[in-house]
């Protein structure tokens, strides 16, 4: 099972997926490229949290991604 967390100002939104089930993978990478056209900043950790890096890509064998809202400068 793999886990993409969106960081939102409302709260993180959860996506969950199954890397056997097409559709699910599908529904997260989908989920996934919308947020880095926005410019989210995606990073791949493992499910404690630790040992985070940068990626450009979906990876469906991920335990964790998260997405870190675009920095914003004044």
Do not use: C, H
């Not at 890397?19 to 791949?44: C, H, L, T, W």
Request: glycine share 10%; aromatic share 6%.
């Amino acid at each position: 099972m793999g886990e993409l967390r969106v960081m939102e100002m409302s709260g993180d939104i959860k996506t969950i997926w199954d890397k056997d089930k097409e559709d699910e993978v599908e529904a997260a990478r989908k989920q996934f490229n919308e947020m880095k056209k926005k410019g989210y900043i995606p990073f791949s950790v493992d499910k404690s949290g630790e040992k985070g890096k940068k990626i450009e890509e979906f990876d469906p064998d991920a335990e964790k991604l998260i997405m870190a809202p675009p920095i914003r400068g004044g």
